[in-house]
């Protein structure tokens, strides 16, 4: 921690920056402020966002020669790390770290274009690190972001000096520089662990994160994911270390153990450092792996790349896949698991397992190896059971609709995948700590059960998800071996809330959320009919409601719409709808989309039968028997010849890929609240709300 009056020293500095001009020649002062023993929290305690605005446009000169110089000090460790001058490096990563987001804010005006990405030659020479191969000066930006990817990896700074040995002067980076086991570290290599290592990688961490921060300052409308210069320079094909950082980030996160000495209460015991540095990690991993676009989506601009998520898409080692699936789920499952203790609080929670379901969707997208791995040899529920938990646990809370969403195309994007919906048959064994209803089943019943909540409890909020939800379930029924007795009757429940005039009528195109619902069924009559009479029978309990449908009139349909639809005052109020009035031709599109004949035919043949069976038992025939007897029967013959089956995989687009950067983006966001990195009234990509 630094001095009282190294705090008191700075707060005297900062008002002379702030009163007067300060010539770059001014060796004494500037020395002074460079040497300072100073922390992170002086720094951001003393320096607030106005100060920078402020000092910016009463003094920009000063500003110049702040900026310039800690860069200049910055490209002189890298070049000649001496351990007696990592201080200093520490202060300028401070400095540099404060005024940068405060600076890009307003990133297009002149005086930030010209400091950021002028080529002029400063006042003070930038020393070794300022000048290209061919002599050419380079941007201050460019010279703070290569400076950064070099300084992860200084010797003695960041990683162990040990890791270097043997090596030429001008060699790249070592392997044995990892910052931890896992992809790509030598079999024979164990990196050094350090907390003094981890809280200057956090530091380094957060100067990067805070020059690529452009996207906060971009309004959605028209939002160009290839417009930050700064991430443009950072996932360069020639930005030092690329591979090294990204498997470095990978296995610091992937690898991190939150059980601790893995002993109760393990986890409070150890230093803080080795925690964050996983967090600052994850948040620079997402932000680098979110720039630019997937070429699933479009062509990229002309000589426009991504280094990151390039690496990312070429990883195809058995090992490092199973390296990268096991560590995702590992802090998944903790989030529940440390709910779920016999000593209440014995196990830590982690705090970044929405930057982890981030990196599980960005290994989903960019690398073609990751699911068919984790799909053919890996247990996929262990990714399941978190992600249902996370969405069931934040489906009332407004704040945390972001989270549900990531969640539901987690699961929307691994549905469209055959074996994913096989291996949901597994018994589903655990028990979390939420309030879902008792069944004995398996993983389809849990989501099934999540899912339902997930309409029925989740608010309108939720309604935009609709969709996904009941494609997810409807991905899944034609595997669905044996849907438990509790899940039956929630799908039942759910196609009976979705006919109900308040749904059906509430928009035109509300009859969708039906036709997934029959074909839902119909895929588990004609596929897996033999080991699903509780569907079965639940369906035939509630024959009344499919007879509705089936008899469907207009004249009834507008009586149900005036009796039992919501008001348009309702509708006014709900993503400003007008009230859908039915229509004849409204009536005939959707009796000619809705899938009714499967079912149609599995009540006129089995309804009589049951009610049959039931008067010759006097009605006191018991359900056991009655679903022996539904298991027993057969339909061949009775019902249509089966349909082909029908998977639908979810399509990347523009929309989704922009609503991820502004999810992940208000993540790291968010994170970054004990040390405000980002002012929240600046920024423009979403809308920051304070409760």
């Known amino acids: 921690m630094g001095g009282g009056n190294s705090k008191a020293d700075l707060a005297d500095i900062l008002v002379m920056l702030s009163q007067s001009d300060v010539s770059p020649d001014a060796h004494d002062f500037w020395d002074e402020l460079w040497k300072l023993s100073t922390t992170p929290e002086d720094v951001f305690e003393l320096i607030s966002p106005d100060d920078v605005r402020q000092l910016k446009r009463e003094r920009p000169e000063n500003v110049v020669t702040l900026f310039t110089q800690a860069v200049a000090q910055l490209c002189q460790i890298v070049h000649t790390p001496v351990p007696m001058y990592f201080g200093q490096a520490s202060n300028c990563l401070r400095i540099l770290t404060r005024l940068l987001p405060f600076l890009l804010e307003d990133g297009g005006d002149d005086f930030c274009e010209q400091l950021c990405w002028g080529v002029e030659e400063p006042e003070e020479g930038r020393g070794e690190g300022g000048e290209e ?9 460019r010279l703070i972001v290569h400076a950064a990817l070099h300084l992860l990896f200084l010797p003695a700074f960041t990683v162990d000096a040990t890791a270097f040995e043997g090596e030429a002067e001008d060699a790249p980076v070592p392997a044995r520089a990892l910052w931890a086991p896992g992809l790509g570290c030598p079999p024979d290599v164990v990196p050094t662990s350090s907390v003094a290592f981890d809280r200057n990688r956090v530091e380094v961490l957060r100067l990067l994160l805070a020059a690529s921060c452009e996207p906060l300052y971009e309004s959605a409308d028209g ?7 700064w991430l443009g320079v950072a996932t360069a094909p020639d930005a030092p270390n690329a591979k090294l950082l990204l498997y470095s980030l990978l296995n610091v996160v992937c690898g991190y153990d939150p059980i601790g000495l893995g002993v109760p209460y393990g986890g409070h015991l150890s230093d803080e450092a080795p925690t964050q540095a996983v967090y600052a990690a994850a948040q620079v991993l997402i932000a680098l792996l979110d720039y630019g676009e997937s070429p ?6 002309e000589g426009r790349r991504n280094v990151f998520r390039e690496l990312l898409g070429e990883i195809d080692d058995p090992d490092y896949l199973e390296f990268l699936f096991e560590g995702l789920c590992r802090l998944l499952n903790n989030v529940h698991e440390a709910l779920n203790t016999t000593l209440p609080g014995s196990l830590s929670q982690i705090e970044c397992y929405q930057e982890v379901l981030v990196i599980l969707w960005k290994l989903l997208e960019e690398n073609d190896h990751f699911a068919p791995h984790a799909l053919r040899e890996c247990d996929v529920t262990r990714a399941v059971v978190p992600v249902a938990f996370l969405m069931y646990e934040a489906r009332k809370d407004a704040a945390r609709v972001g989270l549900v969403h990531i969640c539901t195309f987690v699961l929307l994007k691994l549905s469209g995948e055959r074996s994913f919906c096989v291996a949901l048959n597994k018994p589903y064994e655990a028990r979390l700590p939420a309030d879902l209803p008792l069944f004995s089943g398996s993983h389809v019943d849990l989501l099934v059960v999540v899912l339902h909540k997930m309409v029925v409890n989740g608010g309108d909020r939720l309604a935009p998800l609709y969709n996904c939800f009941l494609t997810v379930l409807c991905n899944l029924s034609p595997y669905a071996k044996c849907i438990d007795l509790v899940a039956a009757v929630k799908l039942v429940n759910l196609f009976e809330l979705f006919t109900s005039p308040k749904f059906l009528y509430a928009a035109e195109a509300n009859h969708v959320y039906v036709s997934l619902l029959l074909e839902l069924f119909n895929n588990v009559i004609q596929y897996q009919y033999g080991g699903n009479a509780h569907l079965v029978y639940a369906i035939v309990r509630r024959k009344p409601v499919f007879d509705a449908l089936e008899q469907l009139t207009l004249p ?20 400003g709808t007008a009230a ?13 989309e809705l899938p009714l004949s499967t079912i149609m035919r599995l009540l006129k043949h089995l309804g009589p039968q049951i009610d049959e069976l039931c008067a010759r038992s006097e009605f006191s025939l018991d359900e056991a028997a009655i679903l022996d007897f539904i298991k027993n029967t057969t339909m061949v013959g009775l019902l249509p010849v089966p349909h082909a089956i029908v998977i639908r995989k979810y399509t990347p687009n523009t929309f989704t890929s922009l609503w991820f950067t502004a999810f992940l983006w208000g993540v790291i966001f968010l994170q970054n609240q004990v040390l405000p990195l980002f002012d929240g009234n600046s920024i423009r990509l979403f809308t920051v709300s304070v409760v």
């Open 556 to 575: 009834r349909a507008i009586t149900a719409r005036r009796r039992g639809g919501r008001s348009a005052a309702e509708l006014k109020a709900l993503p």
């Open 223 to 229: 939002f160009d994911r290839w417009s930050s210069r």
């Open 580 to 592: 859908f009035v039915p229509s004849q031709d409204w009536l005939d599109r959707v009796k000619a």
């Open 296 to 301: 699933k989506v479009g062509p990229h601009p």
């Open 133 to 141: 191969e061919d002599g050419g000066a380079e941007p201050l930006a």
